[in-house]
């Protein structure tokens, strides 16, 4: 869940300036051109499943919104933000469109706040989820297709997709978390803030937007998550290891 509140013309300047970089970076190198074209079903994945987590989690807590809007779905061409979907491709973090709730639309048996934490965490939840399963396919691969398989073009090709899927279902997930608008992270962690803080954070909304966005095109970013995204990646593939004892 990605949702600016404020005049979108100067960041789109920004990302238009990042993004005609990268694509110039892939198109003078066709091993990562190549690289970009394995990470597009991987893309695709992630953002339709985490926008319909958000969709369906609000869903099962009492609004309709979303169903009604048609976000209820697998299909990516009701997920894919232009933009957004790009710069996954290309950066490696990105977002999908947004999926919009009413919270007042809630059950009654928690707060609006602790129902928009639950929602705003199904989006990296499900990436995580997705992580997860992705990696227990590609260990089962491992041990089960023997390396005659691997190493076979197609078989390579199988696992470079499956790879390309788990690391962008992580980055997602983690990028996601960051505690400050538009991001997931700052919703979630709402309900546990004290009541000062919580003004505070809520006066201030703007300004966190800025921050976000600077440490975003500085690449503060990215150095942040790198090691949750490492962290989290050798977790998953430790267990998928000891399921399947490779």
Known sequence: MF??????????????????????????NPGQLIGLLL??????????????AHGFAAYK???????NEGRLSLNPFAHLDPIGTLLLLVAGFGWGKPVHVNPRNYTRKMSMEKGEAIVSFAGP????????IFTLIYCAIYKFAGLQF???NVGYIIMLLI??????????????LIPLPPL??????????PYKAKEFFINNEQIFYI??????????????????INGISSGILQLGRLIFKI
Do not use: C
């Open 211 to 228: 921050v976000f966005v600077l440490i975003w095109i500085t690449g503060i970013a990215g150095t942040i998550i790198t090691p949750a």
């Open 3 to 28: 949702n600016f509140s404020f005049d979108k013309r100067t960041l789109y300047i920004v990302i238009a300036i990042m993004v005609g970089i990268m694509i110039l970076q892939y198109v003078t």
């Open 150 to 152: 691997i190493k076979s």
């Open 39 to 52: 990470s597009a079903p991987g893309v695709l994945i992630a953002i339709t499943f985490h926008e319909f």
């Open 125 to 132: 939840l499900m990436n995580f989820i997705l992580a997860i």
């Open 163 to 176: 790879s390309s899927t788990i690391a962008i279902n992580i980055g997602l997930g983690v990028f996601n």
């Open 184 to 193: 997931d992270g700052s919703k979630i962690i709402m309900p546990f803030l």
């Open 61 to 67: 807590l009492g609004d309709n919104t979303a169903k």
